[in-house]
């Protein structure tokens, strides 16, 4: 294989070569194998194990003849496999000096990155890190599959999309460009528009950059939303936030740095519906950590 092989898993499975579309696996279960190799491309994956992974309620016969004929679907489906895949009879794996980018990869070491530049105390790295991380966050971890191994890695790096989108955020307010704040809350509201505490966020933001009529009509807008959705009020805590900007008060203050609120549902960057009140970090240490492999 000429070029770099790029994969996609977030939002929805792309592959390219050199930036050119490769069709690649196709099929959902393809996919999952593939997604799976990739994200654990640390140590060879026991043929038994994914044997028992993808095929639980199969004889094991079964399983491991249902995983041979998918190793060898996905070996047709990729360019140049003996260089990507390493196989013996007991085990596989996905080569990591192949010339290949992950797009879930290049999410961690931007946060990783964006946390050492927090550490040192340059604001200006860390801002350009988290941007690089959010740009990647383009939804859920490959939405197109359903397999049960899936569902917590989609949720951590749900959580850790949502982290970095807050951190990020939270350092811009500080700066005091609330537009560039507010376009990014938006994009949050649009995976997640459910959430009060992104609500609250983008209420605060346009009041303080002084559109106190966009504020109330955004809260107008997401209470409808949370009645339709919910059968619902939101919480009081998002109405008092709406009563103190319609009564031209004091604009609330944003979260307190590294302070979460009470536990979160799971979030719908995690391919979940979300639920009420979930509560978003500021730009606190845990928004820079490097995730660990699922």
Same mark, same amino acid.
């Given at each position: 294989?000429?070029?770099?092989?790029?994969?996609?898993?977030?939002?929805?499975f792309r592959l390219?070569?050199?930036?050119?579309?490769?069709?690649?696996?196709?099929?959902?279960?393809?996919?999952?194998?593939?997604?799976?190799?990739?994200?654990?491309?640390?140590?060879?994956?026991?043929?038994?194990?994914?044997?028992?992974?993808?095929?639980?309620?199969?004889?094991?016969?079964?399983?491991?003849?249902?995983?041979?004929?998918?190793?060898?679907?996905?070996?047709?489906?990729?360019?140049?496999?003996?260089?990507?895949?390493?196989?013996?009879?007991?085990?596989?794996?996905?080569?990591?000096?192949?010339?290949?980018?992950?797009?879930?990869?290049?999410?961690?070491?931007?946060?990783?990155?964006?946390?050492?530049?927090?550490?040192?105390?340059?604001?200006?790295?860390?801002?350009? /890190?988290?941007?690089?991380?959010?740009?990647?966050?383009?939804?859920?971890?490959?939405?197109?599959?359903?397999?049960?191994?899936?569902?917590?890695?989609?949720?951590?790096?749900?959580?850790? /999309?949502?982290?970095?989108?807050?951190?990020?955020?939270?350092?811009?307010?500080?700066?005091?460009?609330?537009?560039?704040?507010?376009?990014?809350?938006?994009?949050?509201?649009?995976?997640?528009?459910?959430?009060?505490?992104?609500?609250?966020?983008?209420?605060?933001?346009?009041?303080?950059?002084?559109?106190?009529?966009?504020?109330?009509?955004?809260?107008?807008?997401?209470?409808?939303?949370?009645?339709?959705?919910?059968?619902?009020?939101?919480?009081?805590?998002?109405?008092?936030t709406y009563e103190?900007?319609?009564?031209?008060?004091?604009?609330?203050?944003?979260?307190?740095?590294?302070?979460?609120?009470?536990?979160?549902?799971?979030?719908?960057?995690?391919?979940?519906?979300?639920?009420?009140?979930?509560?978003?970090?500021?730009?606190?240490?845990?928004s820079d950590q490097?995730?660990?492999?699922?």
């Amino acid at each position: 294989m000429t070029g770099t092989l790029q994969v996609c898993l977030l939002g929805q499975f792309r592959l390219t070569l050199d930036g050119r579309p490769l069709d690649g696996p196709t099929t959902a279960r393809l996919q999952s194998l593939f997604a799976y190799l990739l994200l654990h491309a640390d140590a060879p994956q026991s043929r038994a194990h994914l044997s028992f992974t993808f095929w639980p309620e199969a004889s094991e016969p079964n399983a491991r003849n249902n995983l041979r004929q998918l190793l060898h679907q996905l070996r047709q489906a990729l360019p140049d496999p003996d260089r990507c895949l390493r196989t013996d009879v007991h085990s596989v794996q996905w080569a990591t000096d192949a010339s290949f980018s992950l797009d879930v990869a290049l999410f961690d070491r931007a946060v990783a990155e964006a946390g050492a530049a927090g550490r040192e105390g340059d604001a200006a790295r860390r801002r350009v /890190c988290l941007e690089r991380a959010v740009e990647l966050c383009h939804g859920p971890l490959l939405p197109s599959c359903y397999d049960d191994w899936i569902a917590p890695a989609r949720e951590r790096l749900a959580r850790r /999309c949502e982290d970095a989108v807050a951190a990020l955020v939270s350092q811009l307010e500080e700066q005091r460009e609330y537009t560039s704040a507010i376009g990014h809350v938006r994009h949050w509201l649009q995976h997640d528009p459910l959430d009060e505490e992104a609500c609250r966020w983008l209420m605060r933001l346009l009041a303080l950059a002084g559109d106190r009529v966009a504020a109330l009509q955004a809260y107008r807008q997401f209470a409808d939303a949370f009645r339709r959705e919910l059968a619902a009020e939101p919480s009081a805590a998002t109405v008092q936030t709406y009563e103190r900007i319609r009564s031209a008060e004091h604009v609330p203050r944003r979260p307190q740095e590294g302070v979460r609120g009470s536990p979160r549902p799971r979030p719908s960057w995690a391919g979940r519906p979300s639920g009420r009140g979930s509560g978003k970090p500021g730009s606190g240490p845990s928004s820079d950590q490097p995730a660990s492999r699922s």
